[in-house]
């Protein structure tokens, strides 16, 4: 049998580690780490020990705005691909008007996370069974386009948003 040997794992500065798990194969194991302010999943090396952070978003907002997908398929089944769009527009712009208004941070991260469960979550639930069900026999080809625009949109606006902010406040 291969010898084994213990490999500290240099977990990630000021956290606390929960529910590791390791890879099928394995040669890393991933873990949550709980920071003061978020959860973030790593991966650690088991030949080196070396930890990396690989969610970029805290892991509890994730979740949160994960649950805004559900439904969304069966509404847009039920009533259509453009009523629910419409409806999760015009729902995201109300959110994003009284989120201008929020006089304390509990409503600004209650806004926040509504801004994020229908900009995010919801609405490219909608837009996704919206190509589904427009392209049926082209669905890969329509999906990869998709995909790129939507890609380069987002690389478009972010920074436009940015000027616009720094520029108009």
């Given amino acids: 049998p291969a010898e084994q040997k213990f490999v500290p794992v240099k977990s990630p500065a000021g956290a606390r580690v929960s529910d590791p798990v390791w890879s099928p194969d394995g040669h890393s194991l991933a873990f949550f780490a709980h920071f003061r302010d978020a959860t973030h999943v790593c991966v650690a090396d088991a030949s080196t020990g070396s930890c990396k952070q690989i969610t970029k978003s805290p892991v509890l907002a994730t979740l949160v705005g994960s649950l805004f997908c559900l439904g969304i398929g069966q509404l847009v089944d039920r009533l259509g691909g453009r009523v629910v769009l419409t409806l999760v527009v015009a729902v995201l712009g109300l959110v994003v008007l009284a989120m201008s208004r929020a006089a304390t941070a509990a409503a600004l991260?209650?806004?926040?996370?509504?801004?994020?469960?229908?900009?995010?979550?919801?609405?490219?639930?909608?837009?996704?069974?919206?190509?589904?069900?427009?392209?049926?026999?082209r669905i890969d080809l329509a999906m990869a386009v998709y995909s790129i625009a939507l890609s380069l949109g987002f690389m478009i606006a972010f920074p436009l948003v940015g000027a616009s902010v720094q520029s108009y406040g």
């Fill in 109 to 137: 991260l209650l806004w926040i996370t509504l801004t994020r469960g229908f900009g995010q979550s919801a609405l490219s639930v909608v837009s996704l069974a919206i190509v589904g069900h427009w392209f049926v026999r």
